[in-house]
């Protein structure tokens, strides 16, 4: 096969659907590829027939021009595929097999792989540990967004689902399973949501309303969601959360209306660096949430932290904030003793049990974060629609194996 079509950051606010190569089992040059990436080869990988591949807010974060990637950048770390193609190294995973992907891409053989610290594998990226499909400085992997893509250490980063007939019933939930549901229960994890918690999750945005689903399916007593974005409020509650509207002040008072105190046990942030202060005519103001979280969590309680913050910003408020150098109460923080925790989400430490639990019907998180479905030749729409706040995750369909598929 020679052809593949893939969506591609074209410079700030533009995307477009391109003509691009099929994949090989060796890293071509190309946009955003590290040089010490290139030739590498992928004996160990597989070449997917793209199920579902979705759009994320950190995708967001770069096609608003907030980052440094590159023009043509090809995009997508939210994978679902068949796979079609596997390389003389691949022993387990089959042709046909349906397959989860985690964005974060690990090599099953570093010293933090074998830690389970997925998202700061050692060898994937020449630059800094850790890796993800179509990301700037992330070593350079070609990403999802496309018709077919390579994914390397198939053995290893390929999780099967074990039943493929049904695996196709429930699409639309499992392909939630390559970032944001395990990045939403990571960050309720860390946070230390258990049974009887009340919990405070800053952003209603996909990966804020897998939090929340996830403080749920972890037996939490109250989950109160942030947002100033009404529909997206809307969209939280009606899967069982309370909610504050933030473009009315900061959550506190709003918070003790809820509860009768102005804290909560455990935090999550799931806004991260483009977050903005509170009330009607709020501004970008790169270090609110996380002072907030620090004011509402109770002394020894936890913050996760699973929203994006990055070292390059070329669009912030300000200069200290282009390096990502926030003004951090710390001082709070360490006065009530709060622990944090930071980084992309280890996916493979969650994935399996998420998986199961969906098979399972214990949980539905498809419907809660409005998951819809769209055609590769519509990304454009769905990150303009995204981008204006629309409470939907939008799944393109770039094969047609979503077609008459629903939340």
């Known amino acids: 096969m020679s052809g593949n079509r893939a969506v591609a950051y074209k410079g700030p606010g533009e995307v477009e659907v391109i003509d691009t190569d099929y994949p090989e089992f060796e890293l071509k040059d190309g946009p955003g590829v590290n040089p010490a990436n290139v030739g590498r080869k992928v004996p160990h990988g597989a070449i997917l027939r793209t199920v579902a591949t979705n759009i994320c807010g950190s995708d ?4 608003r021009g907030r980052t440094t990637a590159p023009a043509n950048l090809v995009l997508g770390h939210e994978i679902t595929g068949e796979v079609v193609e596997v390389g003389p190294g691949v022993e387990f995973i089959k042709v046909g097999d349906l397959v989860s992907v985690p964005f974060n891409i690990s090599c099953g053989r570093c010293k933090n792989c074998i830690e389970r ?12 540990p850790g890796s993800a499909y179509g990301y700037v400085d992330m070593g350079g992997w070609v990403g999802g967004q496309a018709e077919y893509v390579l994914v390397p250490y198939a053995d290893w980063n390929l999780l099967k689902f074990p039943d493929k007939d049904q695996a196709l019933e429930k699409i639309m939930d499992l392909t939630m399973l390559s970032d944001i549901f395990p990045t939403g229960f990571h960050g309720a994890v860390t946070a230390g949501v258990g049974v009887g918690s009340t919990v405070y999750v800053a952003g209603a945005g996909p990966v804020g309303l897998a939090a929340a689903t ?14 100033m974005n009404e529909g997206r409020l809307a969209q939280a509650r009606s899967f069982g959360c309370e909610t504050v509207d933030l473009s009315q002040g900061g959550p506190a008072e709003q918070i003790e209306q809820i509860l009768g105190v102005p804290e909560v046990d455990c935090a999550v942030d799931a806004v991260g660096f483009e977050a903005k202060g509170h009330g009607h005519d709020a501004k970008e103001a790169p270090a609110t949430v996380l002072n907030s979280l620090m004011d509402i969590t109770a002394a020894g309680g936890a913050m996760g932290i699973p929203g994006l913050y990055v070292t390059g910003d070329p669009g912030a408020s ?9 003004s951090l109460s710390l001082g709070t923080g360490w006065a009530k003793s709060l622990s944090f925790t930071t980084g992309q989400c280890p996916v493979m430490k969650y994935n399996r049990g998420l998986m199961n639990a969906i098979l399972h019907d214990r949980v539905h998180i498809a419907k809660n974060v409005n998951a819809t479905a769209i055609t590769l030749e519509d990304a454009p729409r769905g990150y303009k629609e995204f981008d204006a706040g629309a409470a939907t995750k939008y799944v393109l369909n770039p094969n047609g194996y979503l077609d008459g598929k629903a939340a």
């Open 60 to 63: 967001q974060h770069m096609v």
């Open 214 to 227: 996830s403080a749920l399916l972890l037996g939490a007593a109250a989950v109160i969601v942030g947002d």
């Open 318 to 326: 300000d200069e200290a904030a282009k390096k990502g150098s926030l």
């Open 117 to 128: 610290k997925t998202g700061i594998c050692l060898n994937v990226n020449p630059d800094r």
